[in-house]
């Protein structure tokens, strides 16, 4: 079966800092990657998405950017962290290019920028 | 038009009601559609797929409109635990891209 891991679960990091938060996907192959970040009371914003290595479409322009160095690992970074990056960040995966199915999450990671 | 949109609520509904909200949705060539429950502080669920008309488990009832373009979920004997944020989201075949509506929260009283 199909499982996703994504951490830390909390973070906390000073503004300025760099981030890098990790998401990998097991039991399927050359899945759709995505990263939404969900402001506190807010819907889910998609951030970037991937259809394969090295593949990353940016929804939103920002101080973050993703990357996917192997086709199940999908990493979201940033060089210097703003108070606006405050979060919850979620990983999620769906099947393959044109399968039109639905996305299956990671349980997400709370990040606070003090 | 926004890709997805719904009432935000909330919905503060008393337990063993029936409570339905909708879905709009802006692209005609949207295939599928997924109704994702949200806990607080909880990543999202999948609570029921939509590929037709509508689908039922249980207490849950999804149905779409094509020519007005919105899915509806209803809820039934509604309880206690039905207490979240529900989630929609369209999809349609070749399109990597997944745009979540901002979610509909529901509260039952007791």
């Known amino acids: 079966s199909q499982t996703i891991h994504q951490w830390p679960a909390t973070l906390v990091q000073p503004v300025g800092s760099p981030l890098s938060l990790e998401c990998t996907v097991e039991?399927?192959?050359?899945?759709?990657l995505y990263w939404y970040r969900q402001a506190a009371g807010r819907g889910l914003q998609l951030l970037f998405y991937s259809v394969g290595i090295g593949q990353i479409s940016s929804e939103v322009p920002q101080n973050l950017s993703a990357s996917r160095p192997q086709d199940r690992q999908f990493i979201l970074s940033s060089k210097k962290l703003l108070l606006s990056d405050s979060g919850f960040y979620l990983c999620?995966?769906?099947?393959?290019?044109?399968?039109?199915?639905?996305?299956?999450f990671g349980q997400g990671t709370r990040l606070t920028v003090v | 038009r926004k890709e997805v949109e719904q009432d935000p609520g909330p919905f503060n509904v008393p337990e063993g009601a029936t409570v339905a909200f909708n879905c709009t949705y802006s692209?005609?060539?949207?295939?599928?559609f997924f109704w994702y429950r949200q806990d607080c502080r909880k990543e999202p669920k999948l609570l029921m797929s939509v590929y037709s008309s509508g689908n039922e488990d249980g207490r849950f009832t999804a149905q779409l409109n094509r020519a007005s373009q919105y899915i509806s979920l209803l809820i039934r004997d509604s309880k206690l635990s039905d207490s979240a944020t529900y989630l929609c989201v369209p999809s349609r075949f070749g399109n990597e891209k997944l745009t979540f509506g901002t979610g509909t929260r529901l509260t039952i009283i007791p």
């Open positions: 692209n005609s060539a949207s295939q599928s």
């Open positions: 999620a995966w769906s099947a393959p290019r044109g399968m039109n199915t639905e996305a299956f």
């Open positions: 039991g399927t192959s050359n899945p759709n």
